[in-house]
């Protein structure tokens, strides 16, 4: 089923901050990168299966609630209150985010839908219940399209949830996040990571640009919430911060968020912050992917 595997490819992805917009993105980048197997137009992204002859590759994406960034590419085998501010989608921030194009590719994409699986084992209590209504609000955000541009959606490729499972994502907890074995399902769950990110995605590729699988893993050391607290403090949207690991998943990379802010892959959120609209940037590369249906 996986082809061999082989040499390391070192790889470094600038501005990356494990936030809620992307707190959850150590986006696969130790997972993010392509997947594939026979002809790339035999099997959907997200098959499990790795087409004959294809070298499986994984990236992973760490982003920090301070900004910092981590990224590495691989055989597959083995928040201050003036930052919220400036986050805040105002009426301003709004406009900015329909004006700005801005938008960086990861090399990879879905071939035509991906089928994913959620573990609410070790969910915070905060958000065991809601927690996965806001997961899919998430995927749907991505695929559907949604923003508040007046921009077409939603874009020729799919999402689908297929249930509860037991499986958790393959992603280390150790002080360095690193991608496990590609297993054929890509899995939403949490864990409790050594790392300060907030959340951490693994994508396997083919050389081919094909996905075959992505796994997001969102750390239990914060505290997050679904519907914002009167109260708010240091907690991140789960919606947030997977739209932007979805957008990992699905091939969309950072852009600076001293730059591009208002946009959903910028590479930091601060806490307390809400993102579940595409800006302009974000529109635009998802429309280069896959086009409009």
């Not at 990110?197 to 994508?203: E, H, I």
């Amino acid at each position: 089923m996986r082809s061999r595997v082989g040499r390391v490819l070192p790889v470094v992805l600038a501005g990356c901050a494990v936030a809620a917009t992307l707190v959850a993105s150590v986006t696969t980048t130790v997972g993010e990168l392509r997947p594939g197997s026979a002809p790339a137009s035999a099997l959907p992204s997200g098959s499990g299966q790795v087409p004959a002859g294809e070298e499986l590759l994984v990236e992973m994406d760490a982003v920090y609630p301070d900004g910092r960034t981590a990224s590495a590419v691989e055989p597959a085998a083995k928040g201050s209150a003036k930052a919220e501010r400036s986050r805040a989608l105002g009426a301003a921030a709004a406009r900015a985010q329909c004006r700005d194009g801005a938008h960086t590719l990861s090399g990879w994409r879905v071939k035509s839908g991906l089928r994913w699986y959620y573990n609410a084992s070790g969910a915070p209590s905060a958000v065991s219940r809601s927690a996965l209504t806001s997961i899919r609000a998430a995927a749907q955000s991505l695929v559907g399209g949604q923003n508040g541009c007046g921009l077409p959606g939603p874009f020729k490729v799919t999402q689908k949830y297929g249930g509860a499972t037991k499986r958790v994502a393959g992603i280390s907890a150790a002080s360095t996040a690193a991608c496990g074995r590609e297993d054929g399902y890509s899995v939403v769950s949490w864990k409790r990571l050594g790392s300060s990110a907030l959340a951490v995605t693994c994508t396997w590729w083919t050389r081919s640009g094909q996905v075959v699988s992505a796994d997001i893993a969102v750390n239990t050391r914060y505290k997050w919430f679904t519907a914002k607290p009167s109260r708010c403090s240091s907690a991140f949207d789960v919606r947030s911060v997977l739209t932007h690991e979805w957008g990992h998943a699905f091939g969309l990379n950072h852009v600076s968020p001293a730059r591009h802010g208002t946009q959903v892959m910028a590479s930091t959120i601060p806490a307390c912050s809400v993102a579940h609209t595409l800006g302009a940037g974000d529109h635009t590369a998802m429309k280069k992917l896959y086009g409009v249906r």
